[in-house]
């Protein structure tokens, strides 16, 4: 069975702090990963994806992810961040079950910017 | 990018009547579109999967006779509540995805806030 997880439900930063959003994952195969924004009251964008092609992805907003096969991690980075990034973050893992590809959300986490 | 919307945005209804919410994607062919529903300040919770011409394929603990899905086309998903109760209030958000494969991203619709009253 497939699982992701999200080790912090808040992460805290101040403005032009880096950030650093975990998440770590179980599979018995390669996975595609995703991570995913939500503001609140607003829908789900895509931040950025793996796919094998490049251990280290490059998002939108300055964020990116580095896949890590042996620390099984998807761990989600920016160098400075700005208030408008203060939002809910969504780890997902997609992999193939019973010839569908499902994909499976983490618990997420809430970034609080602090000016 | 790709845009999926819902319908209605907001809906308040009674307990026992049932409520139809649309998942549309507007510019691309959707064979499988996701519903989920997601709890205050919690994470989404799929519900069903379903592929174009073919029933849903449920996630345990999802009661088929009480969330209806049908997606009659390739770019339109229905979820029906059936005979609503309070502990069915909730945001149901669906996505849809282009191609079968594992590295499609999904394209959420903006999500459609249930009330029972």
């Known amino acids: 069975a497939q699982s992701v997880t999200q080790l912090d439900s808040h992460v805290s930063v101040s403005e032009g702090t880096p950030v650093l959003l975990r998440c770590n994952y179980s599979?018995?195969?390669?996975?595609?990963l995703f991570w995913y924004v939500q503001h609140p009251n607003k829908g789900l964008q895509l931040l950025l994806k793996y796919t094998s092609a490049a251990t280290l992805v490059k998002g939108i907003n300055g964020f990116e992810a580095e896949f890590k096969k042996s620390e099984t991690s998807f761990h989600l980075t920016k160098p400075s961040a700005h208030m408008s990034d203060a939002a809910e973050y969504f780890c997902v893992v997609s992999l193939e079950s019973g010839g569908s590809y499902i994909p499976t959300f983490g618990r997420g986490t809430s970034l609080i910017v602090h000016p | 990018g790709a845009v999926v919307s819902q319908h209605p945005s907001r809906v308040i209804c009674k307990s026992g009547t049932s409520v139809k919410i649309e998942c549309r994607s507007l510019d691309f062919q959707a064979t499988t579109m996701f519903w989920y529903r997601q709890f205050p300040k919690k994470s989404l919770m799929l519900m069903a999967t379903s592929n174009e011409g073919s029933k849903a394929t449920y996630e345990q603990g999802v009661e088929k006779d009480k969330f209806l899905i049908n997606h009659a086309s390739l770019t339109l998903s229905t979820l029906t509540v059936t005979s609503a109760h309070p502990e069915d209030s909730s945001f149901y958000i669906c996505?849809?995805?282009?191609?079968?494969?594992?590295?499609?991203?999904?394209?959420f619709g903006p999500g459609t806030r249930l009330t029972v009253l």
């Open positions: 599979s018995s195969y390669s996975p595609s």
């Open positions: 996505s849809a995805r282009e191609l079968a494969d594992s590295y499609n991203e999904q394209f």
